[in-house]
């Protein structure tokens, strides 16, 4: 099993931004790509941003490309979502999620952080 934590979500302004935390506990080493889905309200949660575990490799969503950007530290286990020039639709809670080796899914999630832009 592997837990995940998020941090340093918030409110800010339109054009600011915002970076975001993953920290990741337990069995790491199975970890193959981790990830980061958002949620607003009254929609699906959508596909965000994601990083493969231990060899190169990101992945984005068009509405974010060129304002987001995933990273991770692998020694600190920990991946991040630096967000730039937010804008009011980025507003949703954010997941961390983390797709094993062995699976084809995310099946681990942590348990959100809300990210407000206010206009």
């Known amino acids: 099993q592997v837990q995940l934590v998020e941090s340093g979500g918030g409110l800010v302004q339109v054009g600011n931004s915002l970076r975001l935390s993953c920290a990741a506990s337990?069995?790491?080493?199975?970890?193959?790509?981790m990830g980061w889905f958002r949620q607003a309200p009254g929609k699906e949660r959508e596909f965000v941003a994601a990083?493969?575990?231990?060899?190169?490799?990101?992945y984005y969503a068009d509405s974010v490309k060129g304002r987001f950007t995933i990273s991770r530290d692998n020694a600190k286990n920990t991946m991040y979502l630096q967000m730039n020039n937010l804008k009011p639709e980025d507003t949703a809670v954010y997941y961390c999620?983390?797709?094993?080796?062995?699976?084809?899914?995310?099946?681990?999630w942590g348990q959100g952080t809300q990210v407000t832009v206010s206009s």
């Open positions: 999620a983390g797709r094993p080796v062995d699976s084809a899914n995310y099946d681990y």
């Open positions: 337990g069995r790491t080493l199975t970890l193959y790509r």
């Open positions: 990083v493969n575990w231990n060899v190169g490799g990101t």
